[in-house]
């Protein structure tokens, strides 16, 4: 079996889960990693047996040991570091979101069409086994056609600090971060309808919540109370060119008694829950009926979802399996994004045909 050589730019938090899935994968070597910080550059390839950490992303991208990256970088830096990687011929798994902006994720797209290499985007979540239970259900047709969904995910006490929390290398808050998994699992489950309107709200009203200390919370690798200048609340509706529409409504903070993360999906023959559990409803001999599937792991489960997404990565780069998560999907959902943010600006809905 021919194995795939992997490198690995930007070591922080959720390289972890990329680093310990391709570690775990029998079809992989890996080959590399490059962090702007030097010391966690060489304590991860250390800790996760890489062969080497290299000092410059120049190094990195002209191993020709390596053949495919992951992107696990700040989000201001996908585009860039993704079409180098593109442009030095490899193939490349970003982490989501695609980009901060929809005209760097045209660049990624462009990228991609040029060098004919493949990109697949880091929805995760698809990969999750409650996710593809339901995809499959949705496929054999057990919802019929799905016009409405439902996506939320908010966190009371949720802002990780540090560059999460600064617009300029996130992009945004809760909706870039958090919300565009919960708009993406709705998306794709709905089969991926172009976009046409969206009307929106941010607010900014009680910031990062640096102050409680009552509840403990996820920080950032350099975590930084004082930065927050993103949104802390969004919500949206999202029209459809099939006349579906599309509620989403995600926090960081927010005076809510929990947190709340619901996936929920609805069509003519039935509906489904995803999250938190995947429950399938639906309807026979004038009776409805909730389906409960059988599986180890009715909401997302991490090590899961990227080992699985992972896997479908390498076997994408080894010409096993085919595009899941490409990146025009991941093109799409920026668009989506970016009419949030400018509706919410502008005060009134946009278009975005
Ligand atoms: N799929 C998921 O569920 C999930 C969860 C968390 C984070 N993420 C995404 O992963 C990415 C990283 O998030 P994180 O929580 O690991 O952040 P982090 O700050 O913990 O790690 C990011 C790392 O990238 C490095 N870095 C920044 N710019 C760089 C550059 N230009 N070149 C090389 N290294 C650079 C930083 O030094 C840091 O070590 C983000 O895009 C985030 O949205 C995805």
Known sequence: MSRLGIGVIGVGS????????????????????????????????????????????????????????????????????????????????????????????????????????????????????????LKSFVDGGTLGEIYHARATNIRRIGNPGGWFADSARSGGGPLIDIGVHV???CWYLMGTPRATTVSAVTHNRLGNRANVT??????????????????????????????ASLLLETSYSVHAPEDRLEVAVFGDRGGAELEPRLRIVTEQHDTVLNIDPQIDHLSFDFEEGFANEVAHFVALCLGEAEEVAPVGHGLEV????????????????VSLT
Request: hydrophobic residues 45%; glycine residues 6%.
């Open 14 to 133: 959720i390289a972890d889960m990329h680093l310990g899935a391709y570690a775990a994968n029998p079809a992989v070597r890996l080959m590399g990693t490059y962090d702007i910080d030097a010391d966690r550059n060489r304590a991860k390839a250390e800790t996760f047996g890489v062969a080497r950490a290299h000092d410059t992303l120049e190094d990195l991208l002209a191993d020709p040991e390596i053949d495919a990256v992951s992107v696990c970088t700040w989000n201001n830096s996908h585009a860039e570091l993704a079409v180098a990687a593109l442009e030095a011929g490899k193939h490349v798994l970003v982490e989501k979101p695609l980009s901060r902006t929809v005209a760097e994720a045209e660049a990624i797209a462009d990228a991609v069409r040029r060098t004919g290499r493949l990109l697949q985007v880091g929805f995760v979540r698809r990969f999750g086994a409650n996710t593809q239970v």
């Open 183 to 185: 708009l993406d699992l």
């Open 214 to 243: 009552s509840l403990s919370r996820y920080k950032v690798a350099d975590y930084d109370p004082t930065l927050s200048d993103v949104e802390d609340l969004a919500t949206a509706l999202v029209r459809f060119e099939n006349g």
């Open 334 to 349: 920026m668009r989506m994004l970016g009419g949030v943010y400018e509706s919410a600006a502008l005060g009134r809905e």
